[in-house]
């Protein structure tokens, strides 16, 4: 069975500063999609960025960007300039094409931006 | 309104209740989903629904009955349901049940059963 892994379960970063989110996963499959959530205090899960396994460059969105490592099934989150804004939790989650419809998530990270 | 919405936000019942939880997207979507997120644990997969026909359950008890009269409508009927069923439960969306699209969530349901 496919798992997601998020070794930290709490980060904290300074306010204008980078912070790095941790993710594993564990797959036998080729292709999938990997993602990162976003879960603020109103709870309403929102899509941070999105990354295809076959597709070797990093996925950026503005402030936020992804280190994919393949071959080591990892699928870390930056998050530069940090703001306020982006406390939050963060989940790590995968999707393969055999299941299509089926979102595994991990954990989460709790990330607190101090002033 | 626009999105996903669901009400209500908060539910308490006692174990012997009938409840219902609702979940309305304006998205135009094909898919709709039930999640439940509780204290220290992953998000688990509960429900899929793809054009209204229910196209995995996810060993849910029979206690939690889905229904999907339309695309856009999907209620999570609940009776006789335990303490450990407290939790979030939240609803999401996507255009097709396929791995590339976008879920969009809800703000979830804060269930707590006495």
């Known amino acids: 069975a496919q798992t997601v892994t998020q070794s930290q379960p709490e980060m904290s970063v300074q306010e204008a500063e980078t912070v790095t989110l941790s993710c594993t996963y564990d797959t036998s499959e080729s292709d999938y999609y990997l993602f990162w959530y976003k879960q603020p205090p109103s709870r309403q899960m929102i899509l941070v960025i999105r990354?295809?396994?076959?597709?070797?460059q990093n996925a950026t969105e503005n402030r936020f960007s992804v280190n994919f490592q393949k071959a080591a099934k990892s699928f870390s989150l930056k998050i530069s300039d940090s703001q306020l804004g982006d406390a939050a939790m963060y989940f790590c989650?995968?999707?393969?094409?055999?299941?299509?419809?089926?979102?595994?998530f991990g954990e989460g990270t709790q990330l607190t931006v101090n002033p | 309104e626009t999105g996903v919405t669901q009400t209500p936000r908060h539910l308490v019942m006692g174990m012997t209740n009938k409840k219902s939880l609702k979940c309305e997207q304006h998205l135009g979507h094909n898919a709709m989903y039930w999640y439940k997120q509780s204290a220290k644990k992953p998000l688990e997969l509960m429900f899929v629904?793809?054009?209204?026909?229910?196209?995995e359950n996810n060993s849910v008890p029979s206690r939690f009955s889905p229904e999907c009269p339309n695309s856009s409508h999907l209620f999570l009927h609940l009776h006789t349901l335990q303490p450990e069923d407290s939790a979030l439960y939240l609803c999401?969306?996507?255009?097709?049940?396929?791995?590339?699209?976008?879920?969009?969530f809800g703000p979830g349901t804060r269930l707590t059963v006495l």
């Open positions: 989650a995968y999707r393969e094409e055999t299941s299509g419809s089926r979102l595994t």
């Open positions: 629904y793809s054009l209204e026909e229910r196209v």
């Open positions: 999401a969306s996507s255009q097709e049940a396929v791995m590339y699209n976008e879920q969009f």
């Open positions: 990354q295809e396994a076959y597709k070797q």
